[in-house]
């Protein structure tokens, strides 16, 4: 990542950072019980009213489901309503209970809002915003009191969760966006920029899988750098990084877009090479024996020389997994390793 890369993600993630602390202030702000959850029906909110309600640790309340939150006798019937409400995927309104510090029972309306992705319709949240209405179920002669005041109420209530939808849909968006972002860290590896172990394997696979519909082939090469733990003996950790990052840019600069690489494990490198011979595949992992051979690398006006092993194989009709195809390719790369180093191997089934 370039440090106008770095630079540019520090910034977006401030604004977030910036934005996430507006809308928490805001529903902080509101004096009435509000509540976020999850795809899961876990806590991912609770602003500062409906925690004191309920009692709830400020501090370890995230990730917990009603019933490690609530009492008991409240746990179910919330629950229930949660589930009725994603079930109605409409706003749904619904009667809650809870005790205050004295052991009073108050309840409480309780507005839930489902949250839904446009791009596939799966529920991915809730909100719920609630108010006590104690007094109106226990002093039926303020009837018409009570419903003046519940009417000027359900119009902030609208008002409320039309704002609300709003920043669901905006911080969904902003979800989805860090999602992916955090989804593509989770699939590379972050000192060389390539694929990491998950991902290898992941599109190593599905290479496979075509290979076997199309009765196409492909080439597995697997590599490592000689002497590894020598160079970081001798020169620091901090060439031996350079030497994977350089190693890392030459497979980059050779590889087609079909191609898959990735880096396994410490100094080891694999390839799958979509719709290639073992001809084909032989001939490249030469060409990178030799590129790599040339990383021009110093320390202390010291040259510090560079090779790597190579094992070839390829996928044939008689394989029975992409394992098996691999485990040819490290076969053949530790044959290079003890006759020598520095070499291409190559090994069938």
Known sequence: MTSLDYEALLKENQALKYRISQFKNLLDSIPDPVFMKDENLRWIYGNPVILNLYNIDKNNYIGKTEDQLLPEEFAESCMESDRQAVAKRTISKSEEQARDSDGELHYYEVFKVPSYNESDGKFNGLIGVGRD?????????????????????????????????????????????????????????????????????????????????????????????????GINDTYGHAIGDEVLQSLAEIITKMLGISDVHGRIGGDEFTI???????????????????????????KNNND??????????????????????????????????????????????
Do not use: W
């Not at 989770?186 to 199309?214: E, H, I, M, P």
């Not at 799958?272 to 021009?296: F, G, K, R, V």
């Not at 194989?313 to 290079?336: G, M, P, R, V």
């Open 133 to 229: 209405i104690t007094e109106r179920k226990l002093v039926q002669e303020a009837l018409e009191t009570e419903n003046r005041i519940r009417k000027e109420h359900e119009e902030s209530l609208a008002h409320l969760t039309e704002t609300l939808e709003q920043q669901v849909i905006d911080r969904t968006m902003e979800l989805e966006s860090e999602k992916e972002r955090a989804e593509r860290l989770a699939y590379t590896d972050t000192l060389t920029g390539l694929n990491n172990r998950r991902a290898f394997y992941q599109n190593s696979y599905k290479v496979d899988q075509q290979a076997r519909q199309t009765l196409s082939t492909y080439a597995v090469i697997a590599l490592d750098i000689d002497n590894f733990k």
């Open 272 to 298: 799958t090479l979509y719709d290639t011979s073992l001809d084909d595949a032989i001939a490249l992992a030469q060409n990178m024996c030799s590129e790599i051979s040339n990383i021009s690398l110093q």
């Open 304 to 349: 510090i020389p560079v090779t790597a092993s190579f094992g070839v194989s390829e996928y044939h009709i008689s394989s029975t997994s992409f394992e098996e195809i691999l485990a040819k390719a490290d076969e053949a790369l530790y044959q290079a390793k003890t006759s020598g180093r520095n070499k291409v191997i190559s090994k069938v089934s």
